[in-house]
């Protein structure tokens, strides 16, 4: 399957108009609709996979994100049967909600209520229950703890139970457990797509490579099920009067974003101008988008893609082509294991091809009049310290996003 832009123009560098948030027609490279299983599968073949790793290798120089299909998110009923899950939580009382409340948590997992959760500092108008991978238990160790903080993350999920909400549990870890491996093979044919050696950025995810043993690796990827509500007033808590903001201007901290939504519009990619553009649901596909440790290996060959979601009330005017109801995602955040350093790439490791197909988005970024690239987000935002294992960059990240649990357990940055 050859890479389709949203318009349906299939060149690398073509471009289509969209509606910025300023009410002008601005240009936007294209998204690309890549097929997972020309990658990994029964049908997968050395050509269809040759295939796969060029499209993987042109797509990584548009705006960071890309639709994927054909992955096992979209076998059977699964997508639909976690979708219900979702709707079917935010259904509940708030009292039984509160039950799996994220505050209950030292390891930020659990329920936030519509407006707890902040990007920027800013209140996003959302709420959601964070996962992460399932560890029986925390890290016991204190003197461990007071110099990696970021242990802290390690944990178990909170779950209702079957008898509140049935698969409660069984359905969230079949996805993530999904997704790792998703994410693991996405990363494997970036590999070839970068003409990096085979294992170079496995090794980040894993935690283990020549210096590291499985005894230090620390596994890590978070989760979220969101619910973005269009009432004026969710469960005593009125919106903020004039903000639109679902989920403010960010890119994500991690390795890879592997995304489902609902139906409804809401969420907007930064293009390399500055305007925000919409993008679109895909009824078959999951959205990827590169986070800001991919953006680092790559020495910024590959752009982290920055976006928001907006969130509007049922009586506003932008709802007024808006599917009836309220929107919902399930994301899936891939990181660098906790305890990696994350090297960049040598600079003359990059192949030939990732270098040509870099070299032409610039220079059709220069013929838009683009000298540099527009964005919202401070680069290196999340890059951390040249020589700082990643579960720095990710305590750095969660922390200023739910203040409620730094005070609950007396954490610091």
């Not at 240009?27 to 997968?44: E, K, M, R, V, Y």
């Amino acid at each position: 399957m050859a890479p389709v832009a949203i318009d349906n123009q299939t060149s690398t560098n073509s471009t289509h108009h969209a509606k910025s948030t300023k009410g002008e027609s601005v240009p936007a490279p294209s998204a690309f609709t890549l097929d997972f299983s020309q990658w990994i599968g029964p049908s997968a073949t050395e050509s269809s996979k040759s295939t796969f790793v060029h499209q993987l290798r042109e797509a990584s120089a548009g705006l960071g994100f890309f639709y994927l299909l054909n992955t096992p998110l979209d076998q059977g009923n699964l997508r639909k049967r976690i979708f219900d899950l979702n709707e079917k939580f935010f259904a509940l009382p708030l009292h039984v909600r509160q039950r799996i409340s994220i505050v209950n948590s030292p390891h930020f997992r659990g329920f936030s209520k519509f407006g707890d959760e902040r990007t920027q500092s800013m209140v996003d108008h959302r709420d959601q229950i964070d996962y992460g991978l399932e560890y029986a238990q925390g890290v016991q160790d204190d003197s461990l703890l007071q110099q990696y903080p970021f242990l802290h993350l390690l944990g178990p999920n909170q779950f209702l139970p079957d008898e509140v909400l049935p698969g409660h549990r069984e359905l969230v870890l079949r996805w993530l457990d999904i997704c790792q491996n998703i994410s693991l093979s996405l990363t494997e044919a970036l590999e070839a797509a970068l003409g990096a050696p085979k294992g170079s950025l496995v090794q980040f995810l894993t935690g283990q490579s020549e210096d590291q043993t499985s005894s230090t690796a620390h596994k890590y990827a978070r989760m979220k099920t969101i619910r973005y509500p269009r009432a004026a007033n969710i469960d005593g808590v009125q919106r903020l009067q004039g903000s639109t903001q679902g989920v403010g201007a960010h890119k994500d901290g991690g390795w890879i974003t592997i995304l489902a939504t609902s139906p409804h519009r809401g969420l907007q990619v930064q293009s390399y101008n500055g305007d925000w553009i919409d993008v679109d649901h895909h009824p078959n596909a999951m959205i990827v988008n590169f986070g800001q440790q991919i953006e680092r290996v790559s020495r910024g060959a590959i752009t982290a893609a920055a976006h928001r979601v907006l969130s509007h009330t049922e009586d506003s005017e932008h709802s007024a082509n808006l599917p009836s109801g309220d929107r919902y995602s399930v994301a899936y955040f891939s990181t660098p294991a906790l305890n990696v350093v994350v090297k960049s790439l040598p600079s003359d490791s990059l192949s030939p091809e990732v270098l040509s197909i870099w070299q032409k988005a610039q220079e059709e970024r220069k013929k838009a009049g683009l000298d540099t690239v527009v964005t919202d987000i401070p680069k290196g935002d999340l890059w951390g310290r040249e020589d700082d294992v990643f579960g720095f960059q990710a305590w750095k990240g969660i922390v200023r996003s739910h203040p409620n649990v730094v005070e609950r357990y007396n954490y610091t940055a």
